[in-house]
């Protein structure tokens, strides 16, 4: 009984291929899939800065009314209105400054996956190039072990 070599080496090759193949779609797939994401992560952090900016403008124009808030002839419920305007807009400062930490965690989550897909990157090519390496040793090994043979074969009893 003969060992099914011929499938044995085909087998080899079409795994280094498959292989080879998943190496590539699966890194390229992960890199898209992380740049949307930081894509994304940055929107947002530029719209929470120009908000920061356009409240900080706000809230120096609130100090800048504040300082000549006692030197103004003002009556008291206009007073107590500009008080609790700036009231209202302190809270809702304080609100935009609580959004911006987590922003803070996201740059540190961005370095971390960014260098985790250096590291894979580096892995896939070592996995490609043996990948590689089986894909051509399957083909070598099947036209030298079985093909070659066939061809002999079919040569010397093909009707010419």
């Known amino acids: 009984m003969q060992a099914p070599t ?3 080496y085909k087998f080899l090759a ?5 292989c080879l193949l998943f190496f590539y779609f699966d890194y390229n ?13 940055l929107l947002s952090a530029l719209e929470l800065n120009s908000t920061m900016d356009a409240s900080s403008s706000e809230l120096n124009t609130l100090e800048q009314r504040f300082e000549a808030f006692g030197s103004t002839n003002m009556t008291v419920e206009e007073r107590k209105k500009e ?18 930490e987590p922003t803070q965690y996201r ?8 260098s985790e ?8 090519v070592a996995y490609s190039v043996v990948s590689f390496l089986v894909f051509i040793a399957g083909l070598v090994l099947w036209y030298f072990k079985s093909q070659r043979h066939l061809d002999a074969k079919e040569k010397i009893y093909s009707p010419s």
């Open 29 to 41: 797939q992960r890199k898209e899939s992380f740049q949307n994401k930081k894509d994304e992560w």
């Open 6 to 8: 011929d499938n044995l």
């Open 117 to 124: 897909l250096k590291d894979l990157y580096k892995k896939y």
């Open 107 to 114: 740059l540190k989550i961005v370095e971390r996956i960014d």
């Open 83 to 100: 008080w609790d305007r700036a009231a209202k807009f302190l809270i809702d400062f304080n609100k935009i400054g609580v959004k911006v």
């Open 14 to 18: 079409i795994s280094g291929l498959i």
